[in-house]
């Protein structure tokens, strides 16, 4: 029987564009080592409750965006402040895995960050160390990151460095809709990175224009705070 060679589809712009962003869907050769071999991860439970008894510094924190959890525990020497050791635990996915693994070894390697050389690190710092994340993924990277901040808060609160202590609290930035400043920093994580985009995700300020500034000003503050 005579085969018929089918026609070529062209390939169209949309093609294209959904090839690349498959392509983002893939993890980086960094994050799979440290997903699949992750550095300073607790294996046991009583080895984290034996842990516990020498750490000074000990954070825990929750995703209200995937409702994961992840724990940090740090040595820190007290003489000079330096971070010495990071050891953790976590429920989060495989991005929280290897974001929270390469900030154990970022925090501690070449001797270790002193505790406000680590308040500096940004998740952009750690995703641009794992080389790459997909976007929908950023948000794992903080869990980490804010983990870290509440251990460092442990540490400065039990070495009566109380002035140090920054607590970050939700506050209610429009009343029509109860939109706190914590809901606009989980869409800015989300992706929503200008006005429309969280307006459209929160329906922030449609009734109340004063309050558009205040969320812009938000806006750009949690997007330099979180990918530089
Ligand atoms: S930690 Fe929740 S989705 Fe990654």
């Known amino acids: 029987m005579e085969s018929v060679n089918p026609a070529p589809v062209p390939v169209s712009h949309q093609d294209v564009k959904a090839k690349v962003e498959a392509r983002k869907w893939f993890y ?6 440290h997903f699949f071999n992750p550095k300073n991860i607790f294996k046991t439970d009583e080895e984290a409750v034996e842990y516990e008894k020498e750490a000074n510094g000990v954070g825990q924190v929750g995703s209200p965006a995937c409702g994961d959890a992840m724990k940090i525990w740090i040595k820190v020497d007290e003489n000079s402040d330096i971070i010495r050791e990071l050891k953790w635990q976590t429920f989060g996915c495989a991005s929280a895995i290897a974001s929270t693994s390469m900030l154990s070894v970022m925090v501690t390697e070449n001797g270790g960050m002193s505790t406000d050389q680590a308040l500096e690190l940004k998740p952009k ?102 990918f530089g």
């Open 28 to 33: 980086t050769d960094v994050v799979k080592e």
């Open 125 to 226: 710092d750690i995703v641009n160390r794992l080389v790459d994340l997909p976007s929908r993924k950023f948000h794992c990277s903080v869990l980490g990151d804010k983990a870290l901040r509440a251990a460092i808060n442990d540490y400065f609160k039990r070495t009566g460095q109380t002035d140090k202590i920054k607590i970050e609290g939700a506050r209610i930035i429009d009343d029509d809709t109860k939109t706190t400043d914590k809901d606009i920093e989980e869409a800015v994580l989300e992706g929503a990175h200008d006005f429309e985009a969280v307006q459209k995700k929160l329906k922030v300020g449609i009734s109340n224009k004063a309050i558009i500034p205040e969320v812009e000003d938000l806006i750009r503050f949690y997007k330099e705070k979180y």
